[in-house]
């Protein structure tokens, strides 16, 4: 069971940046795929970006390419997601999700096994 815990959340201005991040349990974090998902109000869980166990692979949906990075830090167990430019419609939950399939970055939440309990961002315009 790998357990995983975002922070970072919270109320911004459009324009703005915020970094997330998510640190799992467990002395194998390595192992983990990595990614990021939002899911606004009334809406889909959306992908957002991914990184395989070594950070070798990254995958970006392209609606957050180019203003989103996902990085992460294995001796620290923690993901990050650096948000720059934010808009309004970035205004969602923000969940991180785990998979033990090093080699790989999932884009789907269906390739995932385990999530966090999401963090709040709202954006203001």
């Known amino acids: 069971q790998v357990q995983l815990v975002e922070s970072g959340g919270g109320l911004v201005q459009a324009g703005d940046s915020l970094r997330l991040s998510c640190v799992g349990s467990g002395r194998t974090f390595s192992s983990l795929a990595m990614g990021w998902f939002r899911q606004a109000p009334g809406q889909e869980r959306d992908f957002l970006a991914a990184m395989s166990g070594r950070g070798l692979t990254t995958n970006y949906a392209d609606s957050v390419k180019g203003r989103f990075t996902i990085n992460r830090d294995n001796a620290k167990n923690t993901v990050y997601l650096q948000m720059n430019n934010l808009k309004p419609e970035d205004t969602a939950v923000y969940y991180c999700?785990?998979?033990?399939?090093?080699?790989?970055?999932?884009?789907?939440?269906?390739?995932?096994?385990?999530w966090g309990q999401g963090t709040q961002v709202t954006v203001s315009s």
């Open positions: 999700a785990a998979v033990r399939l090093p080699a790989s970055a999932p884009t789907t939440s269906r390739g995932y096994a385990y």
